[in-house]
């Protein structure tokens, strides 16, 4: 049997205004509010609210059998309670039909887990309140902000009470002759493990609408044809793992409606279930069905989900990149101890990953997709944004 | 006394560093009840007849066709910001590009779209037509050339006075046309600008403008002697009349502290002229012993991009901050919250910058490659690449306030000596003496 494990990725920063040298040490803050908001709003009309509807009828049409996970930043939603509630609440509804697991990981979608190590467990158990809060759900299972793994960070985690699966990457360089299909344990065989399977996770989020790609357009049947070959893997009963993990903005918003996204996802349950070798599970379900011994695997340097590198270099690679977050992480224990809690604040949302990918000069291929999802014109205004806002925070202590 | 005066940059219209030293020219001049008509590169074949002082601000515009003059009268104008639309005219301060460096650019675009397959192509191919507009340069000038003879033929005027190499050719012209002297006012040579050689073509409408002129005046010694030593022009005809400043400040203008610590400016474009790498290369120095300084760098320019990674890789940490462009309020907003105020400029003709700074009551270097330094008293002068001196010195002003304070105050007394009337008797002697000749 192979189970298919959707996780979808929902996240939003705050983004920097234009923040000026002048701006600094004035009375509002350096978010861009109006940007955030109109970010928030067309992102929830082309993506949150319909996909998230079609997954309500999904999960009720196959009573149960059908499921997903989500990981939501706490950044996220706290802007869909400020730009865009609706979307709280059709996520609230997915709650409650029991068929949709949620993950924990830092609230702000930080790299703190890299600098600060307090700093992380700290933003993992306020992320984990508010999922608790909002959704009812207590997770046991953690993805560290995009995919971010390396040996010590199930460590850090088998410390927090209640985790027990982890997620990450499929990276070829650390699995070498293994495949992602199987479960795993972390190199200290505390918790279970999950890869993700990027081969096909990339077909649904960057390559669906290429008409440029050998495969297009993809179809259902194509899809579930490539999940069966995958089962051939497997001479004996093991259950496998095909982890299918993405951005939730890839349905309607990276993919446009046009493109046939929502149309692939509809009916994509139907025909995977009607194989018969085919079943949706939550991540945290291999804690149950992982009818073996899983092998220990060890990620003695980090690994991310993000450009080919599939390393860090898209948050830290360039000088700003480490400048800014060198200065960010020796600042933010004295931004703490200052006990002002709006200055503390500003400085986790601040803390975001975003705003480091922002910096990435690393051009050709993967640049563009850097350049896509950033608000200014160029890395190098985004650092001179980023610093001087940290300095506002560092005046104002 | 007429002039007929040809510039390329005059505020609000455009706000370069020549439109303010135009700006200061134009004003003192009619103080003193010299009339100017003044052309810019406007889209409209426009002039503007400016007789009394409040015209300067005013700017009363004049088409040279009778029809499109009725039209215009006639025409209602929300405010300013429409009415200069109407006679159409940049706000982008042109005559700072040199060539050399538009070439090197749209090279590097052109090639860089190239490797591009696909989305990122649309807004490349934006920045590719940018810079051939900004190559088109010569074009505007041609056609700014082009319309002088009519200009010259129409108006009624004693004397031709052009400002910097955009508008020489339309000196030459109206001068030809008219009979009437010419005074070629240099505020930089393309020496000064491309930090090197720079463009040939530029040099041979630099030279040919100064060669036809009947005076020249040079806004220092240094540019005099530039002019003499690079162009062999006729040391008789050069006049030095320096720069002045339009910052009018009361005493009562308190100081808008940003930081805690102490600031240490650079304000100008930056560029390889203004000498940015200098700065930088100080600041770092300063930091590696005293943390609690701040550095900021002020402006815009094409090695900006280069000093931002450079002053990360130094781990600069958020002591040396950028403010991308800023406009004049906000250029007055910086110098009133900093303390000490560098000109590093590796060629600079005048300077302008540094006289608002000192006016400012801030502590003041400058670099001895300037002619600023020929006029002011009260401000660290150093060599622009003695960056170990420039450095020991900053730390001199923050170790001690009082020094720092005292030279502050004593240049701001100095600076307030230094008037565009002045400057603009100087003028008025120049005109005299060659309407006489």
Redo the contacts between chains.
């Keep these: 049997m192979i189970n298919l494990v959707f996780y979808f990725q929902v996240h939003q920063p705050y983004r920097i205004r ?1 923040f ?3 701006d ?2 004035k009375h509002s803050d350096c978010f861009d509010d109006k940007l955030n908001g109109e970010v928030m709003r067309k992102v929830a009309n082309k993506c949150y609210l319909p996909t998230n509807k079609l997954l309500l009828q999904l999960i009720d049409k196959f009573e149960g059998k059908f499921k997903v996970s989500f990981s939501i930043t706490g950044t996220a939603i706290e802007q869909f309670r400020k730009y865009a509630p609706e979307v709280l609440y059709s996520f609230r509804d997915l709650a409650k039909t029991n068929c949709v697991e949620f993950l924990g990981e830092t609230y702000y979608h930080s790299l703190s887990f890299l600098y600060d190590k307090n700093e992380f467990l700290e933003q993992v158990r306020m992320h984990k309140a508010a999922i608790q809060k909002e959704f009812g759900f207590s997770p046991i299972t953690f993805r560290n902000t995009e995919l971010i793994y390396q040996d010590s960070l199930s460590d850090y985690i088998w410390e927090e009470e209640g985790f027990k699966v982890i997620l990450t990457e499929g990276v070829d360089r650390i699995l070498d002759w293994r495949s992602p299909l199987y479960a795993y344990k972390d190199w200290s065989k505390n918790l279970y493990m999950l890869l993700k399977f990027y081969s096909l996770s990339d077909d649904i989020a960057f390559r669906f609408s290429n008409k440029g790609w050998v495969e297009y357009p993809l179809t259902v049947d194509k899809f579930v044809k490539w999940i069966l070959d995958l089962n051939l893997i497997e001479k004996g009963k093991k259950n496998l793992f095909l982890n299918l993990f993405m951005d939730y903005e890839t349905f309607g918003e990276h993919q446009w409606e046009e493109t046939g996204i929502f149309e692939f996802m509809k009916h994509l349950p139907e025909k995977a279930l009607r194989s018969r070798k085919i079943e949706f599970s939550w991540p945290s379900d291999v804690l149950e069905k992982t009818n073996y011994q899983p092998e220990s695997i060890s990620f003695p340097e980090p690994v991310s989900w993000a450009d080919i590198e599939r390393d860090l270099s898209a948050w830290r690679e ?3 990149q ?3 977050l ?2 960010f992480y ?2 933010l224990p004295r931004i703490k101890a200052s006990g002002k809690a709006d200055l503390i604040e500003a400085a986790r949302k601040l803390s975001t990953s975003d705003h480091f990918y922002y910096m990435s000069t690393k051009y ?1 291929q993967d640049g ?1 997709v850097h ?1 896509y999802f950033s608000p200014y014109g ?1 890395p ?2 985004g ?2 944004n980023f ?2 806002a ?2 506002d925070l ?2 104002k202590i | 006394m007429r002039i007929l005066m040809f510039t390329w940059e005059f505020p609000p219209l455009i706000s370069g560093g020549l439109g303010t030293a135009c700006y200061g020219i134009v004003k003192g001049l009619l103080k003193k009840g010299i009339e100017v008509d003044l052309v810019l590169p406007t889209r409209e074949e426009v002039y503007f007849p400016l007789r009394k002082v409040s015209d300067v601000d005013d700017l009363p515009v004049k088409f040279i066709s009778p029809a499109k003059e009725i039209e215009y009268t006639s025409t209602v104008f929300k405010d300013s910001t429409e009415r200069y639309s109407y006679i159409g005219i940049s706000s982008v301060p042109e005559s700072y590009i040199s060539v050399t460096e538009v070439q090197t650019f749209y090279e590097y675009f052109k090639n860089f779209t190239e ?2 397959e ?3 192509r649309i807004p490349f191919n934006e920045v590719l037509n940018n810079i051939m507009g900004s190559e088109n340069i010569f074009e505007k000038v041609k056609e700014f050339t082009f319309r002088a003879q009519r200009y010259a033929r129409i108006l009624e005027y004693d004397l031709i006075h052009a400002h910097d190499w955009l508008t020489y050719p339309a000196g030459i012209i109206a001068k030809t046309v008219s009979g009437k002297k010419l005074i070629c006012h240099i505020h930089a040579t393309e020496f000064d600008r491309a930090g090197g050689a720079g463009d040939e073509r530029i040099h041979k409408i630099e030279y040919s403008g100064m060669t036809e002129a009947d005076s020249v005046i040079a806004v220092s010694k240094y540019t005099a002697e530039m002019v003499i030593s690079r162009y062999s022009i006729d040391t008789g005809k050069i006049n030095v009349v320096h720069n002045a400043h339009n910052i009018n400040i009361q005493e009562s203008e308190d100081k808008k502290r ?3 610590d102490p600031v240490v400016l650079f304000l100008g474009r930056i560029t390889l002229q203004k000498g940015p790498d200098y700065f930088l290369e100080a600041a770092r120095i300063i930091l590696s012993r005293y943390p609690k300084v701040r550095f ?1 760098m ?1 402006g815009a320019g094409d090695m ?2 280069k000093i ?6 130094y ?4 002591r040396f ?4 462009f ?1 406009n004049a309020a ?1 250029v007055a ?2 110098f009133l ?1 900093s303390d000490i105020y560098v000109l590093s400029s590796v060629s600079e003709p005048f300077g302008i910058a540094p006289l608002e700074a000192m006016s400012y009551g801030l502590a003041t270097i400058i670099s001895k490659q300037s002619g600023v330094a020929e006029v002011i008293n009260n401000a660290i002068k150093i060599d622009f690449w003695d960056v170990k001196l420039l450095a020991e010195q900053i730390i001199r002003l923050i170790e001690d306030p009082a020094y720092r304070k005292d030279l502050g105050e004593k240049g701001r007394h100095e600076v307030e000596q230094i008037k565009w009337d002045r400057a603009c008797d100087e003028i008025i002697k120049v005109y005299k003496k060659t309407a006489g000749r």
């Design positions: 234009n000026s040298v002048l600094i040490g360039n000088d700003m480490y400048n800014a060198e200065t020796e600042l050709f563009d350049k160029s190098e205004a650092y001179r610093m001087n940290i300095t560092e005046e | 490797k591009f696909y989305k990122s940003i930081f805690k900021v002020a900006e991009t931002v990674h450079k002053s990360a890789k781990r600069l940490k958020n901050l950028f403010t991308g800023l906000h907003e910086m919250s």
